[in-house]
């Protein structure tokens, strides 16, 4: 009786666990092309300085 209890209580311990690392729950390809998707978003963006130079130069 105990083994079976013991057994029992292995089997659900072991549904627990999780094989993504990362806690978001997405896989490591996942995440790869996310910090892709950033990088190149990144590398596109435009600094908030450069928005208001470019605007006061149109305004004259």
Same mark, same amino acid.
Do not use: I, R
């Given at each position: 009786?105990?083994?079976?209890a013991?057994?029992?209580?292995? *089997?659900? +311990?072991?549904g627990?666990?999780?094989? =993504? ?6 896989s @490591?390809? #996942? /995440? ?6 950033? *990088?190149? +978003?990144?590398?596109n963006?435009?600094? =908030? ?6 605007? @006061?130069? #149109? /305004?004259k």
């Amino acid at each position: 009786m105990k083994a079976a209890a013991a057994l029992v209580l292995l *089997a659900l +311990l072991g549904g627990c666990g999780s094989t =993504a690392a990362d806690p978001s729950g997405v896989s @490591a390809t #996942e /995440a790869s092309q996310l910090n892709d998707a950033a *990088a190149m +978003l990144d590398a596109n963006s435009v600094s =908030a300085e450069a928005v208001g130079a470019n605007q @006061a130069g #149109e /305004a004259k």
